[in-house]
Structures are given as C-alpha cells and as structure tokens.
C-alpha cells in the first residue's frame, strides 16, 4: 500500500505540472483555446459534464499549438 500511495503522489504532482504547462503554452503562444482551470479529480471514473468540459479544452489546447507549429514550418 506504501507503494501505491507514493506513486499516486507522484502521478498527481506530474499532472499537475503537465496542466501548469498547457495554461502557460495557450498563453505565451496566444492559442485561441484557453486552459479553463479548476479542480479535476483524475481519479474518479466517471467525470461530470463541467470536468469532461474540462478534459475537451486541455486536448482543444495541445490541437491548436500543433496546428499552429504545423503553420510556422
């Protein structure tokens, strides 16, 4: 059990990170799709509408940073 919840630490502070980085490229690349902010719990099987509203507009984000790469090569 020890195992687990040091692993499930870690994957939560990786995510964390991971969603801090699609906040700051939307920014900093001026993406047309925000990173909406809010709690999400990762871990749950099913997601709520808002949460899975959630989940659409961090993919929505990834999408438009590599169209916009795509464009610029």
């Known amino acids: 059990m020890k ?4 692993f499930k630490l870690f ?4 995510l964390r990170d991971v969603l801090k980085l699609l906040e700051r490229l939307a ?7 925000a990173k909406l902010t809010a709690y999400l719990d990762y871990y749950k099987i099913e997601l709520t509408e808002d949460e899975l509203n959630y989940c659409e507009y961090d993919c929505m984000v990834v999408d438009d940073l590599i169209k916009q790469q795509l464009k610029q090569s």
Do not use: A, E
């Not at 195992?3 to 040091?6: A, F, N």
């Not at 920014?27 to 799709?33: D, G, Q, S, T």
């Open 27 to 33: 920014i900093n690349f001026n993406l047309p799709h």
């Open 3 to 6: 195992h687990y919840t040091h």
């Open 11 to 14: 994957i939560s502070m990786y």
